[in-house]
Nanobody, 126 residues
């Protein structure tokens, strides 16, 4: 599965961005999807996750109440709506897919995700 993330850019603190993720030649409908981010000099960290059906979501405490993960399976798209952005949200954001039912790692653990897209850079200026 080849994932493509897009929608990053430069935004002022307090602003909003929406990231998108899709797959070429493959349906995402059967995958749980996650967003991770990696800031310069830091480890990759979990941001949000949505189940394959869209009826279950989970967020890192640092983004809860500000970010919303969603999906449109008919369009083969997954989104991350980011509001009230802060300078500490500056990072490259990655979408990732995991196979439903796998419990080898916690859902916040990047090792659970088998497929990754390239990052899209989000820069929040203060």
């Amino acid at each position: 599965v080849q994932l493509q993330a897009s929608g990053g850019g430069l935004v002022q603190a307090g602003g909003s961005l929406r990231l998108s993720c899709t797959a070429s030649g493959r349906s995402l409908n059967t995958y749980d999807m996650g967003w991770f981010r990696q800031a310069p000099g830091k480890e990759r960290e979990f941001v949000a996750r949505i189940s394959w059906s869209g009826d279950s979501t989970y967020y890192a405490d640092s983004v809860k109440g500000r970010f919303t993960i969603s999906r449109e399976n008919v369009k083969n798209m997954v989104y991350l709506q980011m509001n009230s952005l802060k300078s500490e949200d500056t990072a490259s954001y990655y979408c990732a897919a995991s196979i439903p039912g796998r419990t080898t790692f916690p859902i916040m653990d990047s090792r659970l995700y088998a497929y990754w897209g390239q990052g899209t850079l989000v820069t929040v200026s203060s």
